[in-house]
């Protein structure tokens, strides 16, 4: 992993690892497995955002972004309860 700063969307727990996806520019580039502690405890939950920084492989700094995942999280409903409605005329009569 190139040094620098990513965005961190926490993927999955794996046991007692979290494995969170790396992005850069939108798009996705690797992910790391880092032990569950190492994770600031309010972002501890799947989907959360972070700023990571490396260094190599090596994390340097992780930081949650609880604003950025709350605006992530309302995007996302929102085209899921546009994609779930019906359109208009598809009711099918008998």
């Given at each position: 992993m190139a040094t620098g700063e990513y965005r961190g969307v926490l993927d999955r727990f794996e046991?007692?690892?979290?494995v969170?996806?790396?992005?850069?520019?939108?798009?996705?580039?690797g992910d790391i497995a880092l032990p569950r502690e190492q994770l600031p405890e309010d972002g501890r939950h799947q989907d959360a955002l972070f700023a990571i920084e490396m260094e190599g492989?090596?994390?340097q700094?992780?930081?949650?972004?609880?604003?950025?995942?709350?605006?992530?999280?309302?995007?996302?409903?929102?085209?899921?309860?546009?994609?779930?409605?019906?359109?208009?005329?598809?009711?099918?009569?008998n």
């Open positions: 046991d007692d690892l979290a969170v996806l790396l992005e850069r520019d939108g798009d996705t580039i492989e090596t994390v700094t992780i930081s949650y972004c609880p604003e950025e995942t709350r605006k992530q999280a309302e995007q996302a409903q929102s085209r899921f309860d546009r994609l779930s409605q019906r359109p208009p005329g598809s009711d099918e009569e």
